[in-house]
């Protein structure tokens, strides 16, 4: 069942003519236009009429309205200056946004939304974000403190499913996410729900967060190194993915596994989160450089 919540439909083409735009592929710009899906998004997200929101990728403002009729506070970041006008045209009327010109990764997001709120005031976070830079602003928004209450984010099918992924078939951006929280797919938005329609569909995850990440903060760098590394030559073993991803010798590698119980045979995809943190504690407390 929808949300009960009813706007005024934007002519988001006409939108777009008027200022002479035509969407950017290179920022992966497919603007939401159907008005039962943002709808859906707005009951997905579960949020209050108290919340504060932190919209990335805000775009021409149609779910940002949403947002504003539904919560205290949206600040709205968008990174390409072209739309700018049009967004600030659309929720002119709406007192309670806050529009934001820039790329998300080159603030603090803790600062953006402690403006004119008392710096305990906790935050929720709506992206509409391409798949190029969904690990980067991840790891960008939860390594604030503090961090967001919850994650509500637009990603391409493929990447929720991928984000979702079980121990048995994870990857680098699942193992991204999932240590800071266990997400889920709360709805599949078909590719014509967007303007100009995408060649795929899309879907929205919700990451329910931990209150502490699975792996020790201070450990959360050597984290990142061993997984990338890990990741780096997807049908190498795990002894040579590490080997030539850390610039360690075959044994070192090899030994660290067997330290951990992890057959040097396995490959990086095979290993539960759980079998990364052992992986990572041990590396620091055995070669720490």
């Given at each position: ?44 997200a579960e949020l209050q009429p108290d919340d504060v929101v932190l919209e990335i990728g805000a775009g021409l ?117 999932q240590v800071y929280g266990h997400p889920s797919i709360s709805m599949h938005i078909p590719a014509g729900a ?96």
């Open positions: 069942m929808d949300h009960p919540l009813r706007l005024p439909a934007l002519n988001i083409p006409g939108l777009l003519r008027q200022y002479n735009l035509r969407p950017d592929k290179k920022l992966g710009q497919n603007f939401l236009v159907d008005e039962n899906t943002m709808r859906a998004i707005i009951k997905a403002g149609n779910l940002t309205r949403y947002l504003a009729v539904s919560t205290r506070q949206v600040v709205a970041v968008e990174v390409d200056q072209r739309l700018l006008p049009i967004l600030r045209q659309v929720v002119e009327a709406l007192p309670n946004v806050r529009v934001i010109a820039g790329d998300i990764l080159s603030f603090d997001p803790v600062k953006l939304m402690n403006t004119g709120l008392s710096p305990q005031t906790s935050y929720r976070v709506v992206a509409n974000i391409p798949y190029y830079i969904t690990s980067a602003v991840i790891r960008h928004l939860l390594e604030a403190q503090p961090k967001p209450s919850s994650l509500v984010l637009t990603v391409q099918r493929e990447v929720a499913e991928r984000i979702c992924a079980l121990p048995g078939n994870l990857n680098l951006l699942a193992l991204s996410v967007f303007y100009p329609q995408p060649k795929v569909d899309s879907a929205v995850v919700n990451v329910n967060l931990y209150a502490q990440p699975i792996i020790p903060q201070a450990s959360l760098g050597s984290f990142f190194r061993l997984i990338k590394a890990g990741f780096s030559q997807k049908r190498k073993t795990l002894r040579n993915a590490l080997s030539g991803g850390l610039g360690w010798p075959a044994s070192q590698a090899e030994s660290l596994l067997t330290h951990c119980g992890i057959s040097h045979m396995r490959r990086a995809e095979t290993l539960s989160l759980e079998e990364w943190s052992q992986l990572t504690l041990s590396m620091e407390e055995n070669y720490a450089p």
